[in-house]
């Protein structure tokens, strides 16, 4: 190999050797951003379910055939109003006799009196009329009632949200037929998982929405708050009660927000530069691991309490690439 060679075959190994002392000792580029100030709001997610705040089954108290409906699921009743008759036609019959002899013992009873007031019969007699007479008209008064038994009346105003019955089918007594929605507006029964159910509180502020009606916000409070946990789902059920239900139905799911607390001018970083405990913070072209205290988090970004100033700049990036005192710069 002559000179030249050797000359370009050095040349080219201290061109590689400084491309490589230029990537390893260089300083890293990283993206950088600075602190935000913004609203923060620390919040316990939960899933709830609209439901009636009173929910009333009606039955009949007597078994027997639905012979008629007059309400459906969606029906608005009013107090006292016959949602569905079964079929009486026995009773009635039975009803009819009674009558008869109630009539009749009725009559009996006023030939008896007169007769005992002539001294033709003795008052034995009378006491045994009246005790018959008596008798044929409570077992009428018996029958009607139950007559008026087979007619299932609404207990007050309200929604039917459930039927569970057709004309024809046969129906034991207490098996509900209708189930009303009534006295009160609607609610929602959230779960709260076992770990957040020690910041909950009574009156405490709830934000709900729900893909059924998508770009609404409802807003509630907590209402009551069950003092006894489900161990299998590790959760507490919650009611709240809801300012204005219009829209909300029974058995919608929604997704509902517990205020814990509200700040206007948090100081803000992006979630992506949040490492655990701890962000990477860029000083004097140095990188430097910065432990911190944060607060409300979500998807985009997450409150910082301690550990960090306004005009610090927050390196963004993979964690692993990131080394403590290392040399970097920021991207343009």
């Excluded at 899933?47 to 012979?67: D, N």
């Excluded at 009013?78 to 109630?102: C, N, P, S, W």
């Excluded at 299932?152 to 024809?168: F, H, K, Q, T, V």
């Amino acid at each position: 190999m002559g000179r030249t060679g050797q000359f370009a075959l050095i040349a080219s190994l201290v061109a590689a050797t400084a491309s490589a002392a230029w990537f390893v000792f260089a300083p890293r580029q990283v993206a950088v951003v600075h602190p935000t100030r913004g609203p923060a709001i620390d919040a316990v997610y939960a899933t709830g379910t609209v439901e009636p705040t009173v929910m009333l089954p009606i039955a009949p108290r007597s078994s027997g055939r639905i012979a008629e409906l007059k309400a459906d699921e969606g029906s608005q009743v009013k107090a006292g109003e016959v949602l569905a008759r079964l079929d009486d036609e026995d009773l009635t019959q039975g009803i009819r006799e009674l009558a008869a002899r109630a009539d009749y013992t009725r009559a009996q009873f006023e030939r008896t009196r007169r007769l005992v007031a002539r001294n033709f019969l003795s008052a034995a007699e009378l006491d045994r009329s009246r005790s018959e007479r008596d008798a044929a008209e409570a077992a009428l008064r018996r029958a009607r009632v139950q007559r008026d038994y087979l007619a299932l009346s609404a207990p007050a105003a309200g929604l039917i949200i459930r039927r569970d019955g057709e004309i024809g089918q046969y129906v034991a007594a207490g098996q509900t037929v209708f189930t009303l929605s009534c006295c009160a507006p609607l609610r929602v029964a959230a779960e709260v998982d076992e770990e957040d159910i020690a910041r909950i509180r009574v009156g405490q502020k709830v934000l709900m929405s729900s893909d059924a009606r998508p770009g609404r916000i409802f807003t509630g409070r907590i209402h009551a708050i069950t003092p006894k946990g489900d161990p299998l789902a590790r959760s507490y059920r919650v009611r709240v009660s809801v300012d204005a239900p219009a829209g909300m139905m029974v058995g919608m799911t929604v997704d509902t927000n517990v205020i814990l607390g509200e700040r206007d001018k948090a100081l803000l970083i992006p979630s992506a530069a949040l490492h655990g405990s701890s962000v990477w913070i860029l000083r004097d072209g140095r990188l430097a691991r910065r432990a911190v205290e944060t607060g409300a988090a979500g998807d985009a970004r997450v409150e910082v309490r301690k550990g960090l100033a306004e005009d610090e700049w927050i390196v963004l990036g993979d964690e692993a690439a990131l080394r403590e005192g290392a040399r970097a710069r920021a991207l343009p």
